[in-house]
């Protein structure tokens, strides 16, 4: 290669060029974010907490994974999917199958439904990458996606069951290797240990060479190639792990509630949800899923118990909140912190 | 490391690094480019000159392959690369700037640069290697279109200018063979211009070709070894600035006269 640098002059250093990630966040901010899981972990053991808060407790952690997986691929990627819901249910799908079919320990079937949303994220997102389908157009090209799963769910019902769904059965005694835990409290633990290896993976994605290209590829992906960087193969790698980290969360959400039906892992709603829960929170963090959650998820449960003569509010509401958002906040509250340096660093913008 | 001009036998030395044979290019019933053929010979700066709306953007879209030709032959380095995909022209060594910038707005300015530092310089097994590598060079290079002050602010909120700047920077990041630089001084302020232009003359001095687009015309008379004129597509002329510039078709066609 042609030398085209001046040769070393002694240049002054105003300050590092790249953040440190977390490691800015210096210990004041790193100890009240300890402090906050600690917190988060003892939860469940307040003397008296009732099964109620346990329950929205699992449910922000649940919708949290779900954002944050959003985010490598809508967030890092700017592949913003309207159909992740297709995920959650072929996660949900495989594992509960498998376990009913089986009898395969639901940890290897959420491998498995990993796998199966990974190869269904590549087998859309090939042709809509080779092809240049970007912006609104894959938006709504997964809006398609979410659909047609879900109406193959409905009619496939020699394996789906269809629309009567699919209970999972109660193991004789509840055990780990069956996913089954004789309580909330237990259960909490998976959900915010399956959380937080979410949010490490993302973190390190966001981190990492590859997670740095993707950004650029979603800033401007012919300014990338010029950089050499081959964008549909980027893109194709996030969507795949996107989609794989969401279908652990459809597996979890079938051994928690014990039943699924293609209408409350397959739906529209759902997908919304998602998307609701990483724009509310910052699309571009790793973190926008969890404060997405930590507001919505209390929100719509006090809305729907609220407004339960009146079904829909809730989910009208999600759609006011959605405009609001995008007129008055389209970063997202950790959005606001994009301009500091430091904060900008720490939250991964 | 060596520069391929001191690696390069004679041979190789005197082939031009890039040669455009007969390229055609119509945009539905407009015939942009027609039969071009250009040579752009290693270590020097060529311009590339001709009025708004002769091709020279296609051109350069053409030879990047961010657009596919309906006939003719690229060769970059002996080899055609027509087979190959934007990014591959790029790992091949041949990079452009765009006429209307193209950056990474949602990154910050030295971001822009630390994405590609991978291949500023990969650190090798020589250990006299002493040319800057990774954070270092793009330092370097933010230092040297006085970006580094605005290093941690996000590329969106810079004005045309420096985004033009930041570009620049960007592309010798990537430690090209060749560069193509489509109106790089539109937009910059004369003082930055002027070192600019020296800025550019010291990199062909350490062997790195250069073709450029510009309106400008001191701009190509200090800067190119040689000059091609585009005119409804085709290559009009060809040779050393001061004869191509004293040509009575190239005035009447360029500026008018």
């Keep these: ?349 | 490391m060596v520069t391929p001009m001191a690696a390069g036998n004679s041979a190789t030395a005197s082939q031009p690094i890039l040669s455009v044979r007969g390229v055609a290019k119509a945009f539905g019933g407009l015939q942009v480019l027609r039969e071009v053929s250009l040579d752009v010979p290693r270590n020097g700066i060529t311009g590339l000159i001709g009025p708004n709306g002769s091709g020279k953007t296609t051109l350069f879209d053409v030879i990047t392959r961010y657009q596919n030709c309906d006939a003719g032959e690229i060769s970059f380095a002996g080899q055609s690369i027509l087979p190959l995909l934007p990014h591959q022209v790029s790992h091949r060594g041949l990079v452009r700037t765009f006429q209307l910038t193209r950056v990474f707005p949602g990154l910050t300015v030295a971001e822009n640069l630390l994405v590609f530092a991978d291949r500023a310089h990969p650190r090798g097994k020589d250990a006299a290697d002493t040319r800057p590598h990774g954070e270092d060079k793009a330092r370097e290079m933010l230092d040297f279109v006085g970006l580094l002050r605005l290093a941690t602010h996000e590329a969106a909120t810079l004005s045309y200018g420096q985004l033009k700047l930041l570009e620049i920077a960007q592309v010798l990041m990537l430690d090209p063979r060749m560069l193509m630089l489509d109106e790089p001084m539109a937009g910059i302020n004369p003082g930055l211009a002027d070192e600019l232009m020296q800025r550019l003359l010291a990199l062909r001095e350490r062997g790195l070709t250069l073709l450029i687009v510009e309106h400008n015309i001191p701009v190509i008379q200090r800067l190119c070894d040689a000059v091609a004129v585009l005119n409804t597509g085709q290559v009009m002329a060809h040779g050393k600035p001061d004869e191509v510039l004293g040509d009575r078709d190239v005035r009447e066609a360029f500026l008018g006269e």
């Design chain 1, 1 to 349: 290669m042609t030398d085209i640098s001046a040769p070393p002059t002694a240049l002054a250093r105003p300050a590092r060029l790249r953040g440190r990630g977390i490691a800015d966040a210096g210990p004041v901010a790193g100890g009240l974010a300890a402090l906050l899981l600690a917190a988060a972990a003892a939860l469940p053991l307040l003397p008296g907490i009732s099964f109620y808060y346990l329950q929205i407790g699992i449910l922000v952690f649940w919708f949290a994974m779900l954002g944050t997986s959003w985010s490598v691929a809508g967030g890092y990627g700017g592949m913003h999917s309207i159909g992740n819901a297709t995920f959650v249910g072929l996660g949900a799908y495989t594992s509960t199958l498998l376990y009913v079919d089986f009898h395969l320990t639901p940890w290897l079937g959420m491998a498995a439904g990993m796998v199966v949303a990974a190869l269904t994220a590549l087998l859309i997102g090939y042709p809509c990458f080779r092809f240049g389908i970007r912006g609104d157009y894959f938006a709504l090209v997964t809006v398609a996606l979410g659909q047609v799963a879900y109406e193959v769910a409905n009619g496939a019902t020699a394996i789906t069951k269809g629309s009567q769904g699919v209970p999972v059965p109660y193991a004789a005694t509840p055990s780990a290797l069956d996913f089954q835990f004789g309580n909330r409290t237990q259960f909490y633990y998976v959900a915010m240990a399956i959380w937080l290896v979410t949010v490490i993976v993302a973190y390190r994605v966001r981190r990492s060479h590859f997670g740095f290209q993707l950004l650029a590829v979603r800033d401007d992906e012919i300014a990338a190639a010029r950089g050499g960087i081959n964008a549909p193969r980027r893109k194709l790698a996030a969507l795949a792990l996107s989609a794989a980290l969401t279908a652990s969360a459809g597996t979890f959400y079938a051994q928690f509630i014990l039943f699924i039906d293609p209408a409350s892992v397959f739906g529209i709603t759902l997908s919304v949800q998602i998307v609701l829960m990483a724009v509310l929170g910052g699309m571009n963090s790793y973190l926008g899923g969890i404060v997405g959650a930590l507001i919505l998820v209390p929100a719509s449960q006090y809305l729907s118990t609220t407004f339960a003569a009146h079904p829909g509010v809730d989910l009208a509401s999600y759609g006011v909140v959605l405009v609001l958002l995008t007129i008055y906040l389209p970063y997202g509250l950790l959005g606001l912190l994009r301009h500091a340096p430091r904060w900008r660093s720490v939250i991964g913008w």
